[in-house]
């Protein structure tokens, strides 16, 4: 028998605000793909200027190998975006607000550490 601490109300505020399933798979997905310090790099970069992947692996140190492996990562959770020019593709962050996520946890972490 499990009782609850909580009054309705708010049990059942809690369970209204709960993400279905799908949207929880969504959002593991998008985190996921920010766990990787390689990936934050690329995307701190593409935060200032579209970029080929030649130009993402000279200024981020990163091989082209890697950087072409690790956009198709962020492409899949679509935090990344290309645009073909030419032969040449370009990668930019996708309009889904990623700057300002970036911005506010770069902030937050910046915060954290000067305790």
Do not use: W
């Not at 798979?25 to 766990?35: G, M």
């Not at 198709?72 to 959770?77: D, F, N, S």
Request: aromatic fraction near 6%; glycine fraction near 2%.
């Amino acid at each position: 028998m499990n009782t609850m601490l909580l009054d309705s109300i708010t049990a059942a505020r809690v369970e209204d605000s709960l993400p279905n399933n799908g949207s929880l798979y969504a959002l593991a997905t998008f985190f996921d793909a920010l766990s990787d310090v390689t990936r934050l790099k690329i995307l701190s970069a593409l935060t200032v200027s579209s970029m080929c992947v030649t130009d993402l692996s000279t200024l981020t140190a990163i091989n082209q190998t890697t950087v072409s492996h690790q956009l198709r990562i962020l492409r899949t959770a679509r935090i990344v975006d290309c645009k073909r020019q030419g032969k040449v593709m370009f990668y930019s962050l996708s309009e889904r607000a990623i700057p300002k996520i970036m911005s506010a946890a770069v902030g937050a972490v910046m915060d954290a550490s000067a305790f």
